[in-house]
């Protein structure tokens, strides 16, 4: 066993919020608290920003109504959300980040194929929250971007250094300022758009590639956030209500997606416009003049804090990949500087390129499907189906532990999973000829799971169970010494 899951000073206490000192390491009994009921609240704030909007954009712009629209993105994000939140139940059960678990599947050092993806998928959201959240700051204030960039991520940063306690304090208490503010724009919109603006189409006109199109990147947004979810259900007490559990993080994450994206849906659809910040601005006027400003400025706050969500995930995945390699002591030092480093690199991306990155927003949703949804199926298949939430934690971080180097099983059915999706891409710059024939439509998202989660139920009978179960009864023992000592 490496160094990683040896126990470290769990936090150092300043008022009601605690310096997290953990990072990739297995998080003792003695240290864990919080409240089931809190993952809903966190997740809400987690959805609920100006990206998640603009993922309702897309329905209106490719000719489909606003009903119609709405109705793809409940049962989209609804269907996304469910593999979602079925990872909650892992964190307390495991006391483990989320995308540490995958070396159970793919293996030590294999897990960094979905690793790769995930650090893609991490990068990619904070460069556009980076964006957003400074055009709504030079609303105000003058500065060009190579100001504002290296600034609203190093506040993200330096939240995310604070880490768990705050980044849960934040988004809780701004849930409420959230439901206020966007409540109050929602009513106006939906009282005055129909009767005062001229919608794009019909708000009952159908077109099927588009509504499919609406649904597959709506699920794919939520299954996105699969790699984030036990990273903050892992301090919760280990016999936390699975149940429970679910149902918060199910009704937060799923609540505010729908609303925001159905909002989305109606702006884009009546005021014909694709920017969020000034499709809202637009809108919160109707409440009283001004009040659109006071709506982009909660929405900024709450994307920077989810920026700094972003960033926290990033640094445990990539801490995690290099673990594999190179054994990483999970001191509060290490870190800080993986925090740092992506700082620096989110901050090069995001002066790199131009700000019209945004409009290829949609392509990247799709992306994220493409390589989340095999992984998702393989991680989940495997925590409720195949090891039944019973792991050898201990030898997730062994250099030589029961689950080996490169686990083929996952590796081929996560493989074979992604290929499966090949004929269903719809990007713009690449169509599959199954997409083509549905008119553009994407449900790769089918495949992909069916393939990678039901080859994966059917390798995973070859795994040597006995061998696990004496694994696991001496990580058992190890991890009970380690509490002792320490208590």
Same mark, same amino acid.
């Given at each position: 066993?490496?160094?990683?899951?040896? #126990?470290?000073?769990?936090?150092?206490?300043?008022?009601?919020?605690?310096?997290?000192?953990?990072?990739? /390491?297995?998080?003792?009994?003695?240290?864990?608290?919080?409240?089931?009921?809190?993952?809903?609240?966190?997740?809400?704030?987690?959805?609920?920003?100006?990206?998640?909007?603009?993922?309702?954009?897309?329905?209106?712009?490719?000719?489909?109504?606003?009903?119609?629209?709405?109705?793809?993105?409940?049962?989209?994000?609804?269907?996304?959300?469910?593999?979602?939140?079925?990872?909650? %139940?892992?964190?307390?059960?495991?006391?483990?980040?989320?995308?540490?678990?995958?070396?159970?599947?793919?293996?030590?050092?294999?897990?960094?194929?979905?690793?790769?993806?995930?650090?893609?998928?991490?990068?990619?959201?904070?460069?556009?929250?980076?964006?957003?959240?400074?055009?709504?700051?030079?609303?105000?204030?003058?500065?060009?971007?190579?100001?504002?960039?290296?600034?609203?991520?190093?506040?993200?940063?330096?939240?995310?250094?604070?880490?768990?306690?705050?980044?849960?304090?934040?988004?809780?208490?701004?849930?409420?300022?959230?439901?206020?503010?966007?409540?109050?724009?929602?009513?106006?919109?939906?009282? !005055?758009?129909?009767?005062?603006?001229?919608?794009?189409?019909?708000?009952?006109?159908?077109?099927?590639?588009?509504?499919?199109?609406?649904?597959?990147?709506?699920?794919?947004?939520?299954?996105?956030?699969?790699?984030?979810?036990?990273?903050?259900?892992?301090?919760? #007490?280990?016999?936390?209500?699975?149940?429970?559990?679910?149902?918060? !993080?199910?009704?937060?994450?799923?609540?505010?997606?729908?609303?925001?994206?159905?909002?989305?849906?109606?702006?884009?659809?009546?005021?014909?416009?694709?920017?969020?910040?000034? =499709?809202?601005? !637009?809108?919160? /006027?109707?409440?009283?003049?001004?009040?659109?400003?006071?709506?982009?400025?909660?929405? =900024?706050?709450?994307?920077?804090?989810?920026?700094?969500?972003?960033?926290?995930?990033?640094?445990? !995945?990539?801490?995690?990949?290099?673990?594999?390699?190179?054994?990483?002591?999970?001191?509060?030092?290490?870190?800080?500087?993986?925090?740092?480093?992506?700082?620096?690199?989110?901050?090069?991306?995001?002066?790199?390129?131009?700000?019209?990155?945004?409009?290829?927003? %949609?392509?990247?949703?799709?992306?994220?499907?493409?390589?989340?949804?095999?992984?998702?199926?393989? %991680?989940?298949? /495997?925590?409720?189906?195949?090891?039944?939430?019973?792991?050898?934690?201990?030898?997730?971080?062994?250099?030589?532990?029961?689950?080996?180097?490169?686990?083929?099983?996952?590796?081929?059915?996560?493989?074979?999973?992604?290929?499966?999706?090949?004929?269903?891409?719809?990007?713009?710059?690449?169509?599959?000829?199954?997409? =083509?024939?549905?008119?553009?439509?994407?449900? +790769?998202?089918?495949?992909?799971?069916?393939?990678?989660?039901?080859?994966?139920? @059917?390798?995973?009978?070859?795994?040597? +169970?006995?061998?696990?179960?004496?694994?696991?009864?001496?990580?058992?023992?190890? @991890?009970?010494?380690?509490?002792?000592?320490?208590?």
């Amino acid at each position: 066993m490496t160094s990683s899951p040896a #126990p470290t000073n769990a936090a150092l206490t300043t008022g009601a919020i605690a310096l997290e000192r953990r990072s990739i /390491d297995y998080i003792p009994q003695n240290e864990r608290r919080g409240r089931v009921w809190h993952q809903g609240p966190f997740w809400f704030t987690g959805n609920f920003v100006f990206l998640t909007m603009v993922v309702g954009f897309i329905g209106p712009s490719l000719g489909l109504g606003v009903q119609w629209s709405m109705l793809a993105v409940a049962l989209g994000a609804g269907f996304g959300t469910f593999f979602m939140a079925f990872h909650a %139940n892992q964190g307390p059960r495991m006391g483990l980040p989320q995308m540490i678990q995958s070396r159970a599947q793919f293996g030590l050092r294999g897990a960094i194929i979905p690793f790769i993806a995930t650090i893609f998928v991490y990068i990619g959201f904070t460069v556009f929250g980076t964006v957003l959240v400074t055009q709504v700051i030079q609303l105000f204030l003058p500065g060009s971007k190579f100001l504002w960039y290296p600034l609203v991520i190093g506040i993200a940063i330096l939240i995310a250094i604070i880490g768990y306690d705050l980044l849960h304090f934040v988004q809780r208490w701004l849930t409420y300022v959230l439901i206020a503010a966007f409540g109050l724009l929602t009513v106006a919109a939906a009282v !005055t758009l129909p009767s005062t603006a001229t919608p794009i189409t019909a708000p009952d006109t159908w077109n099927g590639p588009a509504f499919l199109i609406q649904l597959s990147l709506a699920a794919g947004y939520n299954i996105s956030y699969a790699v984030y979810v036990s990273d903050y259900s892992r301090y919760l #007490p280990a016999d936390s209500s699975a149940p429970r559990l679910i149902g918060w !993080t199910y009704v937060g994450a799923a609540g505010s997606a729908i609303w925001l994206m159905s909002l989305g849906a109606l702006l884009g659809g009546y005021l014909q416009q694709s920017d969020a910040i000034s =499709a809202l601005t !637009t809108a919160g /006027d109707l409440v009283f003049p001004g009040f659109g400003l006071v709506v982009v400025v909660v929405g =900024a706050i709450a994307q920077l804090t989810v920026t700094a969500v972003n960033c926290y995930g990033t640094m445990l !995945t990539g801490l995690t990949a290099i673990d594999g390699f190179v054994p990483v002591r999970p001191t509060l030092r290490v870190r800080i500087l993986g925090l740092a480093l992506v700082g620096v690199v989110s901050t090069v991306i995001a002066l790199a390129i131009p700000e019209s990155y945004l409009a290829s927003f %949609n392509g990247f949703v799709a992306l994220m499907l493409y390589f989340l949804v095999p992984w998702t199926a393989v %991680n989940l298949v /495997d925590f409720y189906l195949v090891r039944r939430g019973h792991y050898a934690i201990t030898d997730i971080f062994a250099r030589h532990g029961v689950y080996g180097t490169w686990a083929w099983r996952g590796i081929l059915a996560y493989a074979l999973g992604f290929l499966a999706m090949v004929p269903f891409f719809a990007l713009p710059f690449y169509t599959g000829p199954i997409a =083509a024939a549905l008119g553009g439509a994407d449900i +790769a998202f089918i495949p992909g799971l069916l393939v990678g989660g039901g080859l994966y139920a @059917l390798l995973a009978r070859g795994i040597d +169970a006995d061998r696990e179960a004496a694994a696991i009864a001496r990580s058992e023992e190890e @991890l009970q010494i380690i509490e002792a000592v320490k208590a």
